[in-house]
Nanobody, 115 residues
């Protein structure tokens, strides 16, 4: 059974940093692409960052220059490095991938930015 599990969410002060991880399991091959979404209370889920099979990355304008998406050295592990965090970054963060015509979401990890 395919599972995506996020970790690393926490409560941090504005200006702080966090690194989120997404581990995909139950897959017999390497996933080449991953997307990170977030959803704040009362808001729609939005795409934050993505990485494709050629390691090309894309970012929402709101996080450019502060967030970095990457793949780890091990298979099926991806990171979202977040720096200079702002209160408006507060949300549940999800990783997402798609293969064989199926969508897979993690359960989400809470990121709260507050002093």
């Amino acid at each position: 059974q395919v599972q995506l599990v996020e970790s690393g969410g926490d409560l941090v002060q504005p200006g702080g940093s966090l690194r989120l991880s997404c581990l995909a399991s139950g897959i017999g091959f390497s996933i080449n692409a991953m997307k990170w979404y977030r959803q704040a209370p009362g808001e729609q889920r939005e795409l934050v960052a993505s990485i494709d099979s050629r390691d090309r990355t894309k970012y929402a304008d709101s996080v450019k220059g502060r967030f970095t998406v990457s793949r780890a050295g091990g298979p099926n592990m991806f990171y979202l490095e977040m720096n200079n965090l702002k209160p408006e970054d507060t949300a549940v963060y999800y990783c997402f991938t798609h293969f064989f015509e199926n969508d897979y979401w993690g359960q989400g990890t809470q990121v709260t930015i507050s002093s």
